[in-house]
């Protein structure tokens, strides 16, 4: 492609889905949303966010009392008012069941008018004189550190990479947040004095023990950084790679991407795999195709997504496994076996291959842990790599770390990291501070340290009995 093709396939293929409302149709839907008692939007919200409340604001005029009602429960308010699945969260549970409050965009709305200040309403709190580290600067690991430092602690990030922001930054489909925006919401978050060691790796340029040694807790917000393998053979050839390593490289605008495929073949069925297809025939690949080797009604990835990928002109391949990867040092096709399911497993028909003609191969099957770091801090995991936690504080099993997010759901949404990590922040609390107690409210923690009422924050349980 020419390099002025190249800019408008960037400029219009990656443009935003979902575009911001202006100030009159955000105060225009907002006089619609009915201020529901025990609302179930905000049931559905993994933080927990006042949503009533920040609409109510919105149709008084009052964008930045919103926005610090939605950044109090949720600290990455700003990227999740983009990046949220609402459709199957908040919106998904308004009364209005045809044409439901769209609360992601009011968010934005709100969000955005923080942002445009430059300025996060919150302080940190005062020095209590303890000190935390979190390992990754994910969402998860962010979220811990805000709600730590408005409680006072000294809170230092070690992230392995050379920016912060984990999936946000790296992973979210182009057309939902570019890395721009992610790292803007991380610069106004810092603001309260977190300290980030960027391109510091546990076990290579960090021991574990000394940072349990130099701390008095630790979070662990390390998500899933290895990418599972599909085990076949050709899996190695030149034109395999993995999802969230090809749409890094969209989102680094790699020119050279575009128009590098004329036929790809995307494995998986969740919704990775979705934004793997979208960004392959949004970067110019004639034939885009979805494989997965269960059925149609098996599939993750939310039905809008998979709307989405079929508008795009991405073609479905239900009941197929892969067996084999063909070329020579380059793919040329992947070769299926067609799948029946019987009693909840896989079952593929070995007698009956069939080949598919590609030259890039995606593999979207999903990610695990790095389970090096859990075991480097004495840590218990699962048979599946997750670190296993207290459900209620997140300690783990070893009594000064936490984890949270990604590493220990096994890959949800930025929401629940977020909620993770606020969660975890009072685990962190409670244990330092014992005699911290909750608020008047019992949907409040309103956290007191030498007698002195600190920010009020929403707990995510609701409840802590
Ligand atoms: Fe408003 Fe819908 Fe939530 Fe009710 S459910 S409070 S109408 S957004």
Not at 248 to 274: M, P
Request: net charge positive.
């Amino acid at each position: 492609m020419t390099p002025s093709t190249t800019k408008r396939v960037w400029r219009d293929n990656f443009a935003e889905l979902k575009k911001p409302l202006f100030r009159e149709d955000a105060r225009v839907e907002s006089f619609r949303c009915l201020y529901c008692y025990d609302a179930p939007c905000v049931k559905a919200c993994p933080t927990r966010i006042d949503i009533p409340r920040f609409i109510r604001q919105i149709a008084t005029d009052d964008p930045l009392g919103a926005g610090e009602t939605i950044l109090e429960a949720n600290a990455l308010g700003h990227s999740c008012a983009r990046v949220c699945p609402v459709e199957a969260l908040c919106e998904g549970a308004c009364v209005y069941r045809d044409k439901p409050v769209p609360i992601g965009r009011l968010q934005r709305w709100a969000t955005d008018a923080v942002h445009a200040t430059g300025e996060l309403p919150f302080e940190p709190g005062a020095d209590n004189g303890r000190r935390v580290a979190v390992v990754g600067a994910g969402p998860a690991g962010v979220a811990c550190a805000v709600y730590l430092r408005r409680l006072g602690y000294a809170v230092t990030l070690f992230e392995k990479r050379e920016l912060p922001g984990g999936l946000n930054t790296f992973g979210v489909a182009e057309y939902k947040m570019d890395s721009r925006t992610s790292l803007d919401e991380l610069e106004l978050l810092f603001q309260l004095g977190c300290s980030l060691v960027k391109g510091c790796e546990i076990g290579k340029d960090l021991r574990a023990d000394a940072v349990l040694a130099d701390f008095d807790a630790v979070f662990l917000g390390i998500g899933l950084a290895r990418a599972r393998r599909l085990d076949i053979p050709g899996e190695n050839l030149t034109g395999v790679m993995n999802a969230l390593t090809f749409i890094e490289k969209v989102k680094g605008r790699d020119a050279k991407l575009c128009g590098s495929s004329k036929a790809t073949v995307v494995i998986g069925g969740g919704n990775t795999a979705i934004d793997a297809c979208t960004h392959s025939k949004r970067t110019g690949a004639r034939d885009v195709t979805l494989a997965y080797r269960r059925g149609p009604a098996d599939m993750s990835a939310y039905d809008f997504e998979i709307a989405l990928a079929k508008a795009d002109g991405v073609s479905l391949l239900t009941n197929a496994a892969p067996v084999r990867v063909l070329g020579k040092s380059r793919v040329e096709g992947v070769e299926f076996a067609p799948t029946k399911v019987v009693a909840g497993e896989v079952v593929a028909d070995a007698g009956r291959r069939f080949t598919l003609p590609c030259d890039r191969v995606i593999k979207a099957i999903g990610q695990e842990t790095e389970r090096s770091i859990p075991i480097q801090f004495g840590v218990a995991i699962d048979a599946n790599g997750a670190v296993k936690v207290d459900a209620k504080t997140l300690r783990t099993s070893k009594t000064k770390v936490f984890a949270g997010g990604d590493a220990v759901n096994g890959g949800k949404e930025v929401v629940n990291a977020a909620a993770d990590g606020k969660r975890a922040a009072w685990g962190i609390h409670r244990m330092l501070h014992p005699g911290a107690k909750p608020g008047p409210r019992n949907e409040y923690w309103v956290s007191t340290i030498e007698g002195r009422a600190v920010a009020p924050i929403v707990n995510p349980m609701g409840s802590w009995s």
